[in-house]
C-alpha cells in the first residue's frame, strides 16, 4: 500500500469542515458582513463533543445508532474517493456502487432515527428527504453509470485516471452534463439553497435539519462532521471531473484539486448569496431536471455521440 | 332598514361625546343595525362589554366607515347571553369571543366559541364555559379543529418556537405537504393591560400604553393621547403634531424595512437580509435620535411630545434619513429584481378581497387584496388633517403584494418625513392637559404599521378611567393568517407568517 492512498482520505478528514467554513465565509462578505472565522466549524465540533447528551425518553437504539452509522457511512466512503491524481485507499471494480449506497445507508439512518422521536416535525423531515434524496440518487447513478461507460472502468479511481487523459477534449459534451447534474446532487445533497437552507431556524421548512433537532452533544457532532465529509465526497467528484489531473505529479495535482474544492465553496457561497431557495414543490423538477441530464449523457454514451 | 340609521351616533374621529348620547338599543335592534352598516360597508373597530351591575353588560360596538370617514357608535345591555352576530357578520367572531371570556355573556349560536386569552372571567359567578372559579386554566388546552382521515396528519407548532419570538400555538390540519386548516391559539402573553388601566389615568399608564405592543409604541402611546387630550379638550401645538408624525412614520419605517428582511431571509435570500437588518437599525437610531429610545418610548406625552428637536439635529436626522432611505432602495430592488425570490413571493399565502373585508381585517393586510382603507386617509388627526399620504395598496393578496405595499410605504412615509423636516413649524410642543370630562367616551385611531389601532375610553363620574378597550391590528389580522394558508405548502407557513408579521403580545394584552 502506498502512502499516497492515504492521503485522499486524511485530508477529507482534515480539510472538509474547512468548506464550511469557507462557504459561511463568502456568504457573509457578500452580504456586506463580517462573518465567523473560517476555523468555526471545527470549533463547532470541539464545543459539541464535549457537551452531554440528551434522551428523550420515547426514543431507542435506533436513535442513538443514526449518527454513527450515518457518520461510520461517510468516513467510509470517503476511502473511495480518489482525488487530484493520488488513488483512493480502497478500489475495486463496481466501487461507485458501494459510495451511492454507503451515503444511503447514512441516510437511512438518519431518516429512522428520526422517526423514532416520534415529532411530527421529524416525520415531516424525513418524509421530504426520503422523496429528494431517491430523486437525487436517480440523477447520481445515471450520471456514474454515463462517466464509468465513457471511461469503460467502474471504479472510481480508474475512471478518474482514465480522465486524466485529455477525456473534455475528446467527450466534452458527456462530462459537461454529468457535471452540472452531479452540481445539482451536490447541492441538494448537503441540504445547500436553492433546495434547503442550511441557515433556517424555521422547523417547517426545513429538510435535512429538521430531521436532526433532537440530537445533541456528541451525537449532533458526529451528524454535522459526517455532512462535512458527505460534502467533501461529493464535491470531489466534481472536481475529479472538472479538473482532470494533468501533472503527473501527484503532489502538484494534489494541490490543484484542493485549490479546486475550496473554489467549489465559494461557488457555494456565491449561489446561496444571490438566490433564494425553491418553493418546495418545485425540488422535485430541479432534481427531475439533474436526472434528465445524467440520463441524456448515458444515451449519448451509448449511442456513441458523446465523443 | 331606514329606522336602523337613526338610532346610530355618527361623530367625528376623537370626539368626546356624552355616554349618555350614545344610542341605547334592544338587542333585536343592536344586530340588525351592526348588520345592515357593514352590509353598506362599514368594518367593527370594536365590539365590547362593560359591565354596569352583577346582571348587566353593556356591548358597545365602534363601527367605522372608511369611505365617508364616519365614525358611529350603538351600545345595548344584554345579561348571560345574546344571539350571537359572527353567524351572520364573520368579523364579530374574534369580539364575541373575548366578550364571552371577559364578562361570561354567551354569544349564542357562535359556530366556534372558544376562550381566546385563557383567563377568568371579569365577572366571578358568570362563566361562558361554567369553568369553576379558582379552577385552573391553562392556555391552548381546549378543543381544536380536526380533519379525520387516511394521510391527514396533524402538525402542532409551539408555543415554543425555534427562533426567539413570542409564544403561540399553531395547528397545522395537513394532507401531506399540504394545509386544509390551521387554528392559531394565542394568550400566552395575557397581562390583564386593559383591567389594570380602570381607575387611571396615573404614572404608569402611558408606560402600560407604550408596552401594548413594543414594537408600536408610538402608534399606541399616540391614540392614547389623541384620546385623553380630546377628554380634556386640550389643543395640541403643531410643533408636536408634526413630531408625532414623524415619529409613527420612522416606526413604520423601521418595522416595514425589518420586514423586508426577514421576508428574504425566509426565503434564504441573503443580500437583502443584511442589509434590511442593519437599515432597520439606522431607522431605529433616528428615532433615538429624536427622544433617546429606539423604539420611541417617552416621546409621545399627553398634550403633545416630551423632547424637542433642535436645528442640528433636524438636519442631522434628515441626512441620516436620506442615507438609510437610499440604501433600502438598493436592498429592496435586489429583492424584487430577483426572480427566485419573486417565484417564492407570488402567488403564496393569497388572501381574497372578500375574505379580507369579511373577515375586517385592517393594514398592509388589507390594502394587500386592493382595499384602501387607512386611518391617515379616512380618519385623519394631528399632522395628517394637512398633509395627505396616499393609501398604498395592491390586488394581488399574495405575499408578494404585502411584500410589495411594505415597499411602497416606506418611499412615502420617507418622502413625508423628509418634507416635514424641512418646514418645522416653531412653537412649543407640549401644552397642558387638564381634568378629562366625566361620564365620556372616546374612541381613538391611529394607522399603525400593522393597521388600524383602535383606543376606545370610558370615563366615570370622576373623569377616572371606567374602562379602557385596546384593539390591536393583530386582534382583526390573526384570523387572516389562518385563511391564507389554506390550501398553501405547509413548507411556506414561515414565510406567510411573516409577511403579515403579527403581534402576539398586542392581541393578548
Redesign the interface.
Known sequence: MEVATLLPLAVTLIMSPLLLGVINRTKAMVGGRKGPPLLQPYYDLIKLLGKGAVYSRTTTWVFRAGPIVSLAGCVLAATLVPLGGCESLIKFHGDLILLAYLLGLGRLCTVLAALDTGSPFEGMGASREAMFSALAESAFLLGLAALARNTGATSLTQMHAALADGAWSVSGLTLALVTVALLVVFLAENSRIPVDDPNTHLELTMIHEVMVLDHGGPDFAFILYGASIKLWVLGALIINLVLAPSAGESVADLGVALAGMLILAVLVGLIESTMARLRMPRVPQLLVGATALSGLALVLEFGGIGK | MTTAHTQLSRIPHADAVRLDDVPRIEIDSFRAVILDEVAGGCRISALFGVPQNLQTVRLYAVLTHAATSTLALVSCDVQDSYPALTPDCPQAHWFEREIAEQWGVVPRGHPWLKPIRFHHSYRPGHDAWSRAVGSTILPSVTDFFRVEGQEV?????GPVH??VIEPGHFRFQCH??RVFHLEISLGFQHRGVERSLVGGPNKRTIHTMETLSGDTSVGHATAYCQAIESLANCQTPLRAQVLRGIALELERLANHTGDLGAL?G??????T???CG?LRGDFLNATALVCGSRFGRSLVRPGGVAWDVDKPRIEQLSSRLRSALDSVDGAAKLLWD?R??Q??FED?GRISQEVSTALGLVGPSARCTGIDNDVRHDFPSGIFRFTLIPPSTWHTGDVFARAYIRWMEIQRSGRFILEQLDAMPAGAVRAETGPLAPNSLCVSLVEGWRGEICHVVITGSAGEFAHYKVVDPSFHNWIGLAMSLRDQ???????CNKSFNLSYCGHDL
Open positions: 396528519h396533524e402538525v402542532a407548532v425555534a427562533g401531506g405537504e428574504a425566509d426565503v434564504g435570500f441573503l443580500p437580509m443584511s442589509y442593519r430577483s427566485s425570490v417565484a417564492r403564496t405548502q405547509i413548507s411556506d407557513f414561515p414565510l
